[in-house]
């Protein structure tokens, strides 16, 4: 299981922050579902609706896709679904390039929020 340790901003204290970068898991599903997704269709976000149970279950069955979210203070703070396989740089010839599919911040870190963001 890939876990890393990274440290995030967090914008209402003005500093960083211990976070977990890891391979996405139900609970971050379910966080998803429960905590941001009410909040993303208020604001009218582009991502309220993305189905990240199905991205989860197409990294687990495609060899070339892999899941990840940032966990701080218990909470999930942000998805990430990168392409890993099909994409090679023009550059640095054939040097494979990995692509963002899609990438999702929880509500309350988005700096257009009304009340201040918290970690």
């Known amino acids: 299981m890939v876990t890393f340790n990274v440290n995030i901003f967090q914008v209402s204290t003005g500093q960083f922050v211990e976070a977990t970068l890891r391979e996405l898991?139900?609970?971050?599903?379910?966080?998803?579902?429960?905590?941001?997704?009410?909040?993303?269709?208020?604001?009218?976000?582009?991502?309220?609706?993305?189905?990240?149970?199905?991205?989860?279950?197409?990294?687990?069955?495609?060899?070339?896709?892999?899941?990840?979210?940032?966990?701080?203070?218990?909470?999930?703070?942000?998805l990430m679904m990168v392409e890993t396989q099909w994409h090679f740089s023009v550059v640095a010839e054939g040097q494979p390039l990995e692509y963002v599919e899609a990438l999702s911040v929880a509500p309350w870190n988005r700096a257009h929020r009304q009340s201040s963001p918290r970690c």
């Open 25 to 78: 898991a139900q609970n971050h599903v379910d966080d998803f579902e429960t905590y941001w997704k009410s909040a993303l269709v208020e604001m009218s976000q582009e991502d309220k609706f993305w189905d990240w149970a199905f991205k989860k279950r197409a990294a687990i069955s495609y060899g070339n896709y892999e899941c990840y979210a940032v966990e701080a203070e218990e909470r999930t703070q942000g």
